[in-house]
């Protein structure tokens, strides 16, 4: 029997999220999600009005064609998938975690070459600039272990954070902050281990308000590329290529990366590495989903912690775009709540934010009890 939620979050995807017209296209890519679901979102994708196509993946069969990948089957595999994406008008992908660390014992060059001559190739220059996209993952019981939750405790959260959350309230309230954002120049961040300072003058600030991620809860912008001085230390884990960091620390001088530490010093400077890009920094953000509160070493939903804030080293996005480009784009949190250490965000010499609560008015209602 299907759950009543699986249509619930079919219909915030296809009809909020996407937003979908009458006689668009929509391209459903499911890896490792349960078919009920797939049919929910074909189905909402009809009541709409549009036409769905649909392609189902796993994380099994992404390590195998990408451990004896070569750049030439790789750009076959990019030329076929890139034809499709220029075809459809929306995109939905919905990701259900199977084993993250998947691809970590694959060679990080055969990594890097999947995100450089497939995933920049369809998802960077096509889906990302051409259609009206959202990403989301599938609640599992991996899922749940990493959030130390029981499976049923993890699954009645998910979806409280994903479809009981006031989307249009909270996009409402990030209007003042997005004002704020566009006319600043100046950003401090302080914290433990952390003292970073960068500009952001003549950056937008774009607001995450349900329309691309489910969850939602950001404000992103970006650092003039040169301007980054001074050190942060990250206090969430993250997994990135099926290997999971954690204690990351970065040195800047002149906006690039220059020392990086974690649990394995080699292996994240070989990442840092990837290219000249993956050493400067393509986002900074701001995260206020109030019914996400801890890390669960998932980016979709630790990069929107209530009280947390990301500093990504990699790609800048076309629409937020300080030049920087990489095959890198890793979304590294910290979180400012007291449980976490604290800490606090200047913006011209304004505080904005103390140990994870806005005390700006143009942020005050981003916080919990306006939310919530």
């Known amino acids: 029997m299907r759950d009543i939620r699986h249509r619930k979050l079919a219909e915030l995807l296809v ?61 076959l595999f990019a030329d076929c998938d890139r034809y499709r994406m220029e ?76 479809t009981e959350v006031d989307y249009k309230r ?25 003292d970073l300072r960068f500009s952001i003058e003549g950056m937008p600030a774009i607001p995450c308000d349900g329309k691309m991620n489910i969850p939602d809860g950001e404000i992103y912008t970006c650092p003039v590329i040169d301007s980054v001085e001074g050190s942060i230390a990250y206090n969430t884990p993250s ?34 590495d990837i290219d000249s890009g993956a050493r400067y920094i393509g986002e900074f953000a701001l995260g206020c989903n109030p019914a996400v509160s801890f890390p669960m070493d998932n980016t979709l939903f630790d990069e929107k912690i209530m009280g947390s804030f990301h500093f990504t080293p990699g790609n800048a996005y076309d629409d937020c775009d300080n030049g920087n480009r990489s095959a890198v784009h890793w979304d590294l949190v910290a979180i400012q709540t007291p449980e976490y250490g604290g800490g606090e965000i200047w913006i011209d010499d304004v505080l904005i934010r103390k140990d994870g609560l806005f005390v700006h008015q143009a942020f005050r209602d981003l916080n919990p009890d306006s939310l919530m």
């Open 87 to 162: 075809k459809v008008d929306t995109f939905i992908g919905i990701r259900g975690p199977a084993n993250s660390r998947e691809t970590g014992d694959l060679p990080g060059e055969q990594n890097s070459l999947y995100m450089r001559e497939y995933y920049e190739e369809v998802h960077s220059k096509v889906r990302l600039t051409r259609t009206r996209w959202v990403v989301l993952r599938y609640p599992t019981e991996i899922m749940a272990f990493s959030a130390g939750m029981s499976t049923i405790e993890f699954e009645n959260f998910y979806y409280k954070v994903t």
């Open 15 to 75: 009809n909020y999220s996407i937003t979908l017209k009458e006689g668009e296209s929509c391209l459903i890519n499911a890896v490792d999600v349960p078919l009920e679901m797939v049919e929910e979102l074909v189905e909402a994708v009809y009541r709409a009005g549009g036409y769905p196509l649909v392609n189902i993946d796993s994380e099994r069969l992404h390590r195998a064609l990408t451990a004896g990948a070569s750049a030439k089957s790789l750009q």
């Open 239 to 272: 997994t990135y290529d099926g290997f999971t960091y954690s204690n990351i620390s970065l040195d800047f001088s002149r906006g690039k990366i220059v020392e990086a530490r974690a649990n394995n010093v080699e292996r994240i400077n070989a990442l840092l």
């Open 170 to 194: 909270m996009s409402q309230a990030m209007k003042p902050a997005v004002d704020f954002l566009e006319q600043a120049k100046r950003v401090r961040i302080t914290g433990p281990g952390t």
